[in-house]
């Protein structure tokens, strides 16, 4: 954000310098008349100090207080009192130094001359030059508070760029975890299917070169698999909860998901045609997850897919249960990223998630989630 400056901040400070200078050496000259020298020399220190008002201004200041209390000027104080105003804080001081030009140019000269002024007159004078003395007074002010204000403003327009940056890095952060999860939902669903199938034809293999080429498809796809963990790690390293990306299955596509899984799966029960879509995408994805795992740690075993509802309407939710391997397992990387893809699904809808092994040597996933959430 760019603040409009004043003009006089726009003129460069050595010509407003000069000029000023040159304005109180004439303010001196038409008030001189016939002064002594002494009040020549002093009013030309104090035009002359002008120029080092913006770095002592109150020295300044004072510099012109004998040239007016020596002569009838007013630009020279006038002009150090308006820097001073520019540039002080302290509202005290002001008062004070407003009070001593007043006093300065209201004493006559020399002031062994008081007694036989008219003190009437300097009383009236002293207070018309006090109010008068008030205008460079409340201009410095002014023109110091348009200077805070404006820093202000620059101010809380950088903060809301640094809002609207860390808005757009939150957005990031949860795309990327949304990306993570999918990719290992999806991927690593289809890829793992491919090692354990092609490790199963390696075994079962007789010829060389069929058995070479279930042996690099089984390496290639577990290289796959290990490069899809760092990528999934590196996703969700600033990531956070987000919506879904669409299109996303249902539980329309759940008979779909256990034909092609290559397990021994029965599925059992069914739920309400009333569930949320939500619902519906992470009872697929607790499925698909608890799947992938029985392929690569459980061999052989066989599954068993309970949809449920709770007898008062509650909540509902799927169990997996898969019976002990019948083989070694095959070496597949593994970070357990999706079980806790998993649990934040089951928190985004207020559910929980619950992964333990069985008593007979077994592993069991269930997802429960609130009806009101479905």
């Not at 207070?127 to 403003?153: E, H, I, K, M, N």
């Not at 299955?249 to 069914?270: C, N, W």
Request: glycine share 6%; hydrophobic share 45%.
């Amino acid at each position: 954000m760019t603040v409009r400056r004043a003009w006089w901040a726009r003129v460069p400070e050595p010509v407003l310098d000069v000029v000023i200078v040159a304005i109180a050496a004439g303010d001196v000259w038409f008030n001189l008349d016939e002064g002594s020298r002494l009040a020549t020399a002093v009013a030309a220190a104090g035009c002359a100090a002008l120029v080092f008002r913006r770095r002592f201004p109150l020295a300044v200041f004072a510099c012109t207080l004998p040239a007016s209390l020596m002569l009838d000027i007013v630009f020279a104080p006038f002009a150090a009192l308006f820097t001073l105003a520019e540039r002080s804080r302290d509202r005290r001081l002001l008062v004070v130094c407003a009070v001593l030009f007043a006093l300065a140019s209201a004493a006559p000269w020399p002031l062994d001359d008081f007694a036989s002024r008219d003190r009437t007159w300097t009383l009236v004078y002293f207070f018309y030059t006090l109010a008068t003395a008030a205008a460079p007074v409340l201009l410095g002010q002014l023109v110091q508070a348009r200077r805070d204000l404006a820093r202000r403003l620059v101010e809380i327009e950088e903060a809301r760029e640094h809002e609207r940056l860390l808005h757009s890095q939150a957005v990031l952060a949860r795309e990327r975890a949304q990306l993570a999860r999918e990719m290992h939902d999806v991927v690593s669903h289809q890829v793992s299917l491919i090692a354990v199938q092609a490790g199963a034809l390696q075994v079962a293999a007789t010829d060389p070169d069929f058995k070479e080429g279930a042996r690099t498809i089984r390496s290639l796809s577990v290289d796959t698999l290990d490069e899809l963990r760092h990528m999934v790690t590196l996703l969700r390293a600033s990531g956070g909860h987000a919506s879904e990306l669409t299109p996303q299955p249902t539980l329309a596509d759940l008979r779909k998901l256990l034909t092609t899984s290559g397990i021994d799966t029965e599925l059992i029960g069914e739920l309400p045609p009333d569930v949320g879509t939500p619902a519906q995408r992470a009872v697929y994805r607790t499925v698909q997850e608890a799947l992938t795992n029985v392929r690569k740690h459980a061999p052989g075993a066989t599954a068993t897919v309970r949809l449920w509802r709770a007898g008062d309407g509650e909540a509902f939710g799927v169990t997996v249960t898969n019976t002990p391997p019948t083989r070694p397992s095959l070496p597949l990387p593994g970070s357990r990223q999706g079980l806790v893809g998993l649990k934040e699904r089951a928190e985004l809808l207020g559910g929980t998630f619950a992964s333990s092994p069985t008593s007979d040597g077994g592993y069991e996933v269930s997802l429960r989630i609130p009806a009101d959430s479905g």
